[in-house]
């Protein structure tokens, strides 16, 4: 089974700084796009960030792009969501997602809180 165990959250200060890891198991990681969602409390889910696998290229939401980096190890199965500058509207609960042949997997989410 594939298995997303995201971790890094907490609680951060507007302008603050915080990394998230997704840890992914049950699938040959490299061969898988990985992408970042979160949900703010009372909306719809938002697609944050992706990477792909075959060149590494990255896609993000206008609103984070220049502040949150997404990058990849794949030597360790683990893609990782660098959010600098973080704002009281990133507050949330972040998720990593991957879709195995047409199959999507949601890790458990992890909670950021940004203070102002």
């Known amino acids: 089974d594939v298995r997303l165990v995201e971790s890094g959250g907490g609680l951060a200060q507007a302008g603050g700084s915080l990394t998230l890891s997704c840890v992914v198991s049950g699938i040959t990681f490299h061969d898988y796009a990985v992408g970042w969602f979160r949900q703010a409390p009372g909306k719809e889910h938002e697609g944050v960030s992706c990477i792909v696998n075959e060149d590494g290229s990255t896609h993000y939401a206008d609103s984070v792009k220049g502040r949150f980096t997404i990058t990849r190890d794949n030597a360790k199965s683990t893609v990782y969501l660098d959010m600098k500058n973080l704002k009281p509207e990133d507050t949330g609960v972040y998720y990593c997602?991957?879709?195995?042949?047409?199959?999507?997997?949601w890790g458990q989410g992890t909670q950021v809180t940004v203070s102002s």
């Open positions: 997602v991957t879709n195995e042949r047409g199959v999507t997997s």
